[in-house]
């Protein structure tokens, strides 16, 4: 049964616009995060935020800002899309930030042309 | 530097054949790893974790994983494959102390007829 929600499903846009995908649980976890996997299948964190708070920020583009308005939900923006930002965005929760499970959702996939 | 590896990029098995998928971490201590899967299309789905304790662990779908601290290893297995099995399985750590599910490259799981 899903429990993270994910809109839009599939997106495509050119190079330069601004794009924002939205996440939201129904869990009631604390944790929330984004991944990139890409065409390889890799998987990457980017961000994740534990009640509104951010608390992991990997290397990612500045263009790259996450939004969390309260614990079941978190955004992520990107300004200026570039051709590399092609990929699969994740969104997962997990009840707290500590060795637990994630639960995924069934991502929004990017296509930048 | 903390890391898990998959060194099987693709398997292909026969349908009621069983089937083993590798993975080793690298990490001085314990730490906490799961084994995931993706079908097409789809986000990721827990098939099972381990926690420290009994080494074998049993999952969903008959899958089960076995850890062991002298090879650094948390391999997969099942008894026999069924066409649904079809997909993408994640091996993946948390690290005491971290923040986030690190994965593995993945391993694509075909069966033949």
């Known amino acids: 049964e899903t429990a993270v929600f994910q809109t839009p499903n599939y997106h495509v846009t050119q190079v330069g616009n601004e794009v924002s995908f939205n996440c939201k649980q129904t869990?009631?976890?604390?944790?929330m995060y984004w991944y990139k996997q890409d065409s390889k299948k890799l998987l990457k964190i980017m961000f994740s935020?534990?009640?509104?708070?951010?608390?992991v920020n990997e290397t990612v583009p500045r263009r790259f800002s996450p939004q969390s308005s309260d614990k079941a939900h978190l955004n992520l923006r990107i300004k200026s899309v570039e051709p590399e930002d092609s990929a699969v965005y994740l969104c997962?929760?997990?009840?707290?930030?500590?060795?637990?499970?994630?639960?995924f959702g069934a991502g929004t996939r990017l296509s930048v042309l | 530097a903390q890391s898990v590896t998959q060194p099987d990029a693709r398997v292909t098995v026969s349908e009621g054949a069983s089937l083993q998928l590798r993975c080793k971490y690298s990490?001085?201590?314990?730490?906490?790893l799961f084994w995931y899967v993706q079908y097409p299309r789809q986000g990721l789905q827990l098939l099972l974790k381990?926690?420290?304790?009994?080494?074998v662990v049993q999952g969903v779908n008959g899958f089960e994983a076995e850890f062991s601290k002298s090879n650094s290893s948390f391999h997969l297995r099942k008894a026999s494959v069924h066409w649904s099995d079809w997909a993408v399985y994640f091996c993946?750590?948390?690290?005491?102390?971290?923040?986030?599910?690190?994965f593995g490259t993945g391993t694509t799981v075909s069966v033949s007829p």
């Open positions: 869990l009631g976890h604390d944790t």
């Open positions: 935020y534990n009640n509104k708070q951010l608390i």
């Open positions: 997962a929760s997990s009840l707290d930030s500590f060795q637990n499970t994630l639960y």
């Open positions: 381990y926690y420290p304790g009994d080494p």
């Open positions: 993946a750590v948390w690290y005491q102390g971290g923040r986030a599910l690190i």
């Open positions: 990490y001085f201590g314990t730490p906490y």
